[in-house]
């Protein structure tokens, strides 16, 4: 099986896998990483949402081959120790978490969308595609507010 | 004292001790749930301090208590028979403890309980707040009156001179002591020194304070751990190829270039399909593509949307003759079937050996499911241990427990442990669903009055339990559909002679409730029949329902959401408030909906203002979130969120197909209030459902002048 390397919350890893396998599965199957939820893998819900080189991706639709030399971050890789992100930190001031199953992939899409837009206007967060079915929407959407005034 | 049996008086007679044997040094101590206010105290054995175990006399088996333990390590522990779907009930047990014992809220622990054989185990029906509301009060109310008693004849001081705080007991020279170090020597307290009474309400602290929850900082930080997330050893990842269609039946499987793939450990029918047992779910999904199955057709294949339609309309039961000389408003309603789609697939590790079997899942009725699976694997119910995890999100779904006899067949069969994970298209397309439904409702007026109020359903039930895909389901007293009348239905308005008849048409479906279970199409259906009859009446839906509603405490909310809503202001065209009430779990709820539906294709339901009287609201935050919860429920169901048949099978398969709200369908605005009440807690979780899908319903209709009779509507 052909290996490969990257570094995942900064730290290099090397994987072996089948070329094809999905990030999702090599992050929680092989690594153990299980922050990045399934909930649908075919790219829809965006459970899964994580970084690649500081940018959203879905890794239920990303083939590991594609990640080779580059950098990954997931949800447990966003807070410095014990200090959590920004983001992390308004989740929790503003209590938005339900079920919780979402949120990984919620925060992760929102930090990629306050570093591709700082200042996101409500038509900007009305585009983010993850889903919540416990519908913490308007918490979702207030602590992206408090997140982007507190940068 | 050990294991010896005691009469007690009356109808307790043939309980008997409980031993704590494990708990040997630390304060134990167990209450009935399910009785609010009984008092958990006993007359405990004499027990010399320097000899333990400690023998705890409880009113019950510890199977049916709920137990409170301090621990060494200044912990208060409560391992609670209820499962944590999101909807908060951790927080709020916490909470309860917290609150009587003076214990910092970051000391106590829920961790959930694992099925027993007896007692409360049950969650659902919004109980769960109100059914550990006396017993959690009463528990730390006690373990509180014992540590203080103990740190009293420790110090020489009279009991009452000393004070609790932040998981301590302090004397009035300054001195302090953790509950932990006193665990030990108050375990053998019989008589506390003071009061163990619970608190007033004017002098809580905790309960009603909003508090965010217990467990957002491992949901934000990623570390909260839901089935699919456990590393029981050698669990391998585990999917099912499933029929085309529902209660499908595999004829022959080809399997060998499926068991030729790399990474594939095992390949076994089951009643639902077959499975595969892999290194990785991208093994296993592999795999299965690569079974080659023939399929005979479920028992649906002949049937589709239309023709269940016209089914249930022809078994709504006749409504009767209407008073004489009325006047009449009668409309019919139709709902298609709905997907719980919990974000969290079922998911179940199962670890069956021959003589035991070991389940992880996420379960509301882990009681029932026990005995299901105990029984599916021909094994004694108690050589079969089922932990309960939390769950990403249920809405109704963890009812049943159709991965977990899944999982275990699976795992008994391939003869390893497994980790079954359904796919998003099997949860969406093998269900279960709200049952789609019918609704005949007409009110009768004489001289601008209602006098009779008659309400026909038929809703799709679930045959043949024995076959198809409902055999593994598990369908339990708990998801039966509501016979009669609704707690809530009856005189909820002064509308006169009401009358309920239900009928249904029987399909091998599987099907569950759903948050709010009928409520949710009865009741809407209801609120805008009632905004139809204040129409034909000339009156305003709300100034209608002020006149017509029967109880202060729904008038109550009505009036909050009219005033904090601004209902009435004016809106350009296309835009209109929608407004609806609700009264079910002994609390009441209203909504008042803006919708924007300038495109009747597409429309926005731009603020939501929502009031709730649920009696002691012990997190007024977790209520909210609840209620925002159910708006987004009713965003959903009225406007976008359904489920199609066709010929036998559903036609949705994932988020992108079933409709349910994201961020551009929720309301930019919204806010809840919360009415202030002394009274016992009543339910909450479900209870905004049908007054905000009747609210977003009532809204469209009056933004668009059209009449909404089938939902959802864009669909
Ligand atoms: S699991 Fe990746 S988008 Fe749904
Ligand atoms: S918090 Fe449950 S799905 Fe978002």
Redesign the pocket.
């Known amino acids: 099986m052909p290996s490969y390397s990257f570094v995942l919350n900064g730290k290099p890893v090397t994987v072996e896998a089948p070329a094809d396998m999905p990030l999702l599965w090599v992050l929680r199957d092989l690594l153990n990483v299980t922050g990045p939820k399934y909930g649908c893998g075919v790219g829809v819900c965006r459970a899964c949402t994580s970084h690649l080189d500081g940018d959203e991706i879905q890794p239920c639709v990303v083939p590991i081959a594609d990640c080779t030399g580059r950098e990954i971050t997931t949800i447990e890789g966003l807070a410095d120790g014990d200090r959590l992100h920004p983001v992390q930190q308004a989740w929790l001031d503003r209590d938005v ?7 990984p992939g ?1 925060i992760m899409a929102a930090v990629a969308l306050l570093k591709r837009t700082p200042r996101p206007s409500d038509a900007d967060i009305d585009r983010i595609e993850n889903v ?3 519908g ?1 929407y308007c918490r979702i959407r207030e602590a992206i507010k408090q997140a982007s005034r507190s940068r | 004292m050990l294991g010896k049996e005691r009469p007690l008086a009356g109808q307790l007679s043939r309980r008997k001790f409980v031993v704590y044997s494990l708990a040997a040094s630390t304060l134990t101590l167990a209450a009935p749930l399910g009785c609010d206010g009984a008092r958990a105290d006993a007359d405990e054995p004499a027990s010399s301090a320097s000899r333990r175990p400690l023998d705890v006399l409880a009113r019950g088996a510890d199977e049916e208590m709920l137990v409170l333990e301090v621990t060494a390590a200044n912990k208060v522990v409560v391992r609670l028979p209820r499962v944590e779907v ?1 909807q908060g009930v951790t927080t709020a047990a916490a909470m309860l403890v917290a609150e009587e014992l003076d214990a910092r809220l970051v000391d106590v622990d829920i961790p959930l309980a694992g099925a027993r054989a007896k007692g409360n185990q049950y969650t659902g029906g919004s109980s769960s707040v109100s059914s550990l509301y006396g017993p959690a009060r009463e528990l730390a109310a006690l373990a509180r009156a014992k540590l203080v008693t103990a740190a009293a004849r420790r110090w020489h001081l009279p009991a009452r001179s000393l004070r609790t705080k932040d998981t301590r007991v302090f004397a009035p020279d300054g001195r302090s002591a953790t509950f932990g170090s006193l665990s030990a020597s108050a375990a053998g307290i019989q008589r506390p020194d003071v009061s163990s009474k619970p608190k007033p309400a004017s002098r809580h602290r905790v309960i009603g304070r909003p508090t965010t929850r217990i467990d957002a900082r491992d949901i934000v930080t990623g570390k909260a751990k839901y089935a699919g997330d456990l590393a029981v050893a050698g669990a391998k990842p585990t999917v099912v190829a499933r029929p085309p269609t529902l209660g499908g039946k595999v004829v022959s499987v080809d399997d060998r270039a499926a068991r030729a793939m790399p990474g594939v450990h095992a390949v076994v029918r089951i009643p639902g399909g077959v499975a595969v047992v892999a290194e990785s779910f991208h093994h296993a999904f592999k795999a299965k593509d690569a079974l080659r199955i023939k399929w005979a057709p479920g028992p649906l294949v002949s049937l589709s949307d239309a023709a269940i339609r016209s089914r249930l309309r022809a078994a709504v039961p006749r409504l009767g003759s209407p008073p004489r000389g009325s006047a009449q408003t009668q409309e019919e309603f139709e709902f298609a079937f709905v997907s719980h789609a919990p ?1 969290e697939v079922l998911t179940a590790v199962a670890d069956v050996r021959a003589h035991r079997a070991e389940i992880w899942f996420s379960s509301q009725t882990p009681m029932d499911a026990r005995v299901s699976i105990a029984s599916a694997l021909g094994l004694p119910k108690a050589k079969v241990a089922v932990h309960v995890l939390r769950g ?2 249920s809405f109704g779904r963890r009812l049943n427990y159709d991965a977990a006899i899944e999982a275990a067949l699976i795992s008994k069969a391939a003869r390893r442990p497994v980790k079954l994970m359904w796919s998003r298209g099997d949860d969406i397309r093998h269900g279960r669903m709200r049952p789609a439904s019918h609704h005949r409702i007409r009110a009768s007026r004489v001289r601008g009055k209602v006098v009779a109020f008659a309400h026909s359903t038929a809703s799709v039930s679930e045959a043949d339990k024995q076959s198809g895909a409902s055999a593994q389901g598990g369908a339990g007293p708990a998801v039966a559909p509501a016979a009669g009348p609704l707690p809530s239905d009856r005189g909820l308005y002064d509308f006169g002679r009401v009358s309920e008849r239900s009928g249904s048409v029987e399909l091998a479906m599987p099907l569950g409730a759903w948050r709010s279970v009928d409520s949710g199409t009865v009741r809407t259906a209801e609120e805008i029949v009632v905004d139809e009859v204040a129409k034909a009446l000339g009156k305003d839906p709300v100034a209608f329902r002020r006149t017509t509603l029967r109880s202060k405490a729904v008038k109550a909310v009505l009036a909050k959401v009219a005033n904090a809503g601004k209902w009435g202001r004016a809106m350009p065209p296309g835009q209109a408030q929608g407004v609806a009430v609700h009264e079910e779990y002994g609390s009441c709820v209203a909504c008042l909906v803006e919708i924007d539906a300038t495109d009747p294709k597409s429309p926005r339901v731009t603020r939501v203002v929502m009031a709730a009287d649920v009696g002691t609201a012990v997190n007024p935050r977790g209520l909210e979130a609840q209620l925002m919860g159910t708006a987004m429920d009713g965003i959903s169901t009225i406007l976008q969120a359904g489920l199609h048949i066709d010929r036998g099978a559903v036609r949705e398969g994932s988020y992108a197909d079933f409709h349910y709200a994201r961020q551009r369908h929720a309301p930019p605005r919204f806010e809840a209030h919360i009415m202030p009440s002394r009274r016992q807690p009543g339910g909450a979780g479900e209870l905004g459902v049908p007054a905000a899908a009747g609210a977003v319903a009532n809204a469209y209709a009056r933004a668009t002048g059209s009449q909404p009779r089938r939902f959802p509507l864009n669909f």
């Open positions: 978490a339900q079920c919780g199953f979402c949120q919620q919540c079915r416990c913490t | 999101g974000m990403g999100g």
